[in-house]
């Protein structure tokens, strides 16, 4: 029986797929920069294969970050047990899988460079996720 992938491995290939997107680089463009091919990176994406720490400094190097970056809000193993992760703490942005939604709106965020108007969208932004929900909705 085939075993799961980690949860820290998919968080991490998680994470490099976030700033991949983020920063416009396709599977292909990191696979030839680091040597290998994209459907090697689409497994290093899904946690299916580990992604080597030397491996993930040249994915750091590339991607413009730092390699802490891919384990900010990683699941914890839980003292003792080496086979055995804990969930992350719930928080809006710890444990959450981006959509390319997700991906979209930040990018556009990014683009804006008047401060107020960015603050502006951080608050209706906020507001609209408190709104509770209609009936039929």
Same mark, same amino acid.
């Given at each position: 029986?085939?075993?799961?992938?980690?949860?820290?491995?998919?968080?991490?290939?998680?994470?490099?797929?976030?700033?991949?997107?983020?920063?416009?680089?396709? @599977?292909?463009?990191?696979?030839?920069?680091?040597?290998?091919?994209?459907?090697?990176?689409?497994?290093?994406?899904?946690?299916?294969?580990?992604?080597?720490?030397?491996?993930?400094? @040249?994915?750091?190097?590339?991607?413009?970050?730092?390699?802490?970056?891919?384990?900010?809000?990683?699941?914890?193993?839980?003292?003792?047990?080496?086979?055995?992760?804990?969930?992350?703490p719930d928080s809006d942005h710890g444990n959450m899988f981006w959509t390319s939604q997700d991906l979209?709106?930040?990018?556009?965020?990014?683009?804006?460079?008047?401060? @107020?108007?960015?603050?502006?969208?951080?608050?209706?932004?906020?507001?609209?996720?408190?709104?509770?929900?209609?009936?039929?909705?």
């Amino acid at each position: 029986m085939k075993k799961a992938p980690d949860p820290v491995d998919r968080y991490v290939g998680h994470r490099v797929r976030v700033r991949r997107l983020l920063v416009g680089v396709s @599977q292909e463009r990191l696979g030839d920069a680091l040597g290998v091919t994209f459907q090697q990176v689409q497994k290093y994406e899904k946690g299916a294969n580990r992604i080597s720490a030397s491996r993930l400094q @040249q994915i750091a190097e590339m991607l413009g970050v730092p390699v802490s970056f891919f384990y900010e809000g990683a699941p914890r193993t839980e003292a003792g047990d080496d086979d055995t992760a804990a969930d992350a703490p719930d928080s809006d942005h710890g444990n959450m899988f981006w959509t390319s939604q997700d991906l979209q709106l930040v990018r556009a965020f990014q683009r804006i460079g008047d401060s @107020q108007i960015r603050r502006r969208i951080i608050s209706l932004v906020e507001a609209l996720g408190n709104k509770p929900k209609l009936d039929g909705e």
